[in-house]
Nanobody, 116 residues
């Protein structure tokens, strides 16, 4: 099993920045891709960004150019640097670990609130 622990959420004003971190432990050898999803109140959970073990990244159109996902394989940690935040970025952000195309673990979620 893989355990994921997120940190770094909080309250920020429009245009501000936050960095989320997610540390993985357990059966980390089974992880290919790590990523971030988010869920806003009343909305479905959506993909934000992913990064493979080789460093290939993928972003939702809504965050391209503003968010950057990165990974420190030595620390088994993935980061999400969020810049130019907007009120519509307000959501609970979840870290995920994938084995190929299957999500094998979710973090507990961290709240990000962007005030206007």
């Amino acid at each position: 099993q893989v355990q994921l622990v997120e940190s770094g959420g909080g309250l920020v004003q429009t245009g501000g920045s936050l960095r989320l971190s997610c540390a993985a432990s357990g059966s980390i050898f089974s992880i290919n891709t790590m990523g971030w999803y988010r869920q806003a109140p009343g909305k479905q959970r959506e993909l934000v960004a992913t990064i493979t073990s080789g460093g290939l990244t993928n972003y939702a159109d809504s965050v391209k150019g503003r968010f950057t996902i990165s990974r420190d394989n030595a620390k088994n940690t993935v980061y999400l640097q969020m810049n130019s935040l907007k009120p519509e970025d307000t959501a609970v952000y979840y870290c995920t670990a994938k084995y190929y195309t299957t999500i094998i673990s979710w973090g507990q979620g961290t709240q990000v609130t962007v005030s206007s």
